[in-house]
C-alpha cells in the first residue's frame, strides 16, 4: 500500500533553513508527480509545491517563490523541499502527498518558525 513518511519538521528561528524529507513506498514514484501541502492552525490546507515525475517541471505557492525549493531523487524514492528565508507566517503542519487513483497523505512533519 502507498505509505508516505515526512520527516525533517522543527523549531526555526525567522531567517533560518530546513529541509523536509519524504520517504515514499508501495507505488512506482518515478512515474508520479509529488507534491507538498502545509496546514497552519485555523486555516485551511493549501498546495505549496508540486514537481513533475522528472522533476523537469515545478510549481510553487507564490508566498513561497523564490525562498522555498521542490526537488527529488527517484534513485531513493525521496520528495524533498527545502526551505530558506523562513518566516513565522510559515509555521504550520507540512504533509507530503501523491494523487494515485485518489490523493494518499503523509503523517505531516510540524514546522515552527519563531524567536
Known amino acids: 500500500q502507498v505509505q508516505l513518511v515526512e520527516s525533517g519538521g522543527g523549531l526555526v528561528h525567522p531567517g533560518g533553513s530546513l529541509r523536509l524529507s519524504c520517504a515514499a513506498s508501495?507505488?512506482?514514484?518515478?512515474?508520479?508527480?509529488m507534491s507538498w501541502y502545509r496546514q497552519a492552525p485555523g486555516k485551511e490546507r493549501e498546495l505549496v509545491a508540486t514537481?513533475?515525475?522528472?522533476?523537469?517541471?515545478?510549481n510553487y505557492l507564490d508566498s513561497v517563490k523564490g525562498r522555498f525549493t521542490i526537488f527529488r531523487d527517484n534513485a531513493k524514492n525521496t520528495v524533498y523541499l527545502q526551505m530558506n528565508s523562513l518566516k513565522p507566517e510559515d509555521t504550520a503542519v507540512y504533509y507530503c502527498?501523491?494523487?494515485?487513483?485518489?490523493?494518499?497523505w503523509g503523517q505531516g512533519t510540524q514546522v515552527t518558525v519563531s524567536s
Open positions: 502527498t501523491v494523487y494515485r487513483y485518489r490523493r494518499y
Open positions: 514537481i513533475t515525475s522528472t522533476g523537469s517541471s515545478t
Open positions: 508501495g507505488f512506482t514514484f518515478s512515474t508520479y508527480s
